[in-house]
């Protein structure tokens, strides 16, 4: 089953990844999100997206980028810190497949498992050169899944730390020219963008609006 990010880590969504200037930030995040998938037992984590970010997507928060190379680069970023939590990660391919986004995981070498809907999106995937081990969603592998031999041990004590990391460096200044601040919604056009409605974020948010802190994420 795929559980969406911000439901693991709470209010980090793909999309927060994918606005944040500095992108390696996904490592952390995913290693953090790999402790807690840990710390439930689970040895597995579905993550990600072959898709990118489109004007009006009904679900932008599970896209990282408009860009197939910013989504590519925070998706290798996310293989490496599950790995370093001890827990396999296995790429949502159950939706749309951005051609552009394929080239750009091949152009890195990129391999890594992949979860499918059916059969035929594995031939699609393979035509493209993506040929990896697809786990279908009624639990067929088509491959042999890697298994972890050294982990280390569980620690959850970082997870709030890296947490809030990641919703500080995507405070996104879309335009100053309305004070408004949206939590969530990447197609405002004006105020600031922010994707979690706790208050010590919303404080930092007034401030960029006043312009007394220069925004910390780019544009989705």
């Known amino acids: 089953m795929f559980i969406p990010l911000q439901t693991l880590l709470k209010d980090v969504s793909l999309l927060s990844l994918g606005c944040n200037q500095n992108l390696e930030i996904a ?57 370093s939590a001890g827990v396999v990660p296995i790429l949502n391919a159950t939706t749309k497949i951005n051609v552009d986004l394929i080239k750009a995981l091949l152009n890195r070498k990129i391999s890594c498992p992949a979860l499918v809907d059916n059969e035929e999106k594995v031939r699609y995937l393979r035509d493209q050169g993506f040929n990896v081990t697809f786990v279908t969603v009624q639990g067929h592998v088509l491959g042999r899944l ?49 994707f979690a409605d706790e208050e010590w974020l919303i404080k930092l948010a007034e401030q960029v609006l006043r312009g007394e802190r220069p925004s910390t994420g780019r544009l989705p």
């Open 27 to 83: 490592r952390d995040a995913s290693y953090a999100a790999g402790m807690l998938a840990r710390s439930h037992g689970f040895e597995y984590v579905v993550f990600g997206t072959l898709d990118v970010l489109t004007d009006n997507d009904p679900m932008p928060l599970h896209k990282i980028s408009r860009s197939p190379f910013i989504t590519a680069q925070v998706l290798s970023y996310m293989i490496e810190g599950f790995l």
């Open 146 to 194: 890697p298994t972890l031999n050294v982990k280390p041990p569980v620690d959850v004590s970082e997870v709030e730390r890296i947490r809030k990391k990641v919703l500080e460096g995507a405070i996104v200044l879309l335009n100053r020219s309305v004070n408004k601040i949206s939590v969530n919604n990447p197609f405002e056009r004006a105020g600031v963008l922010v």
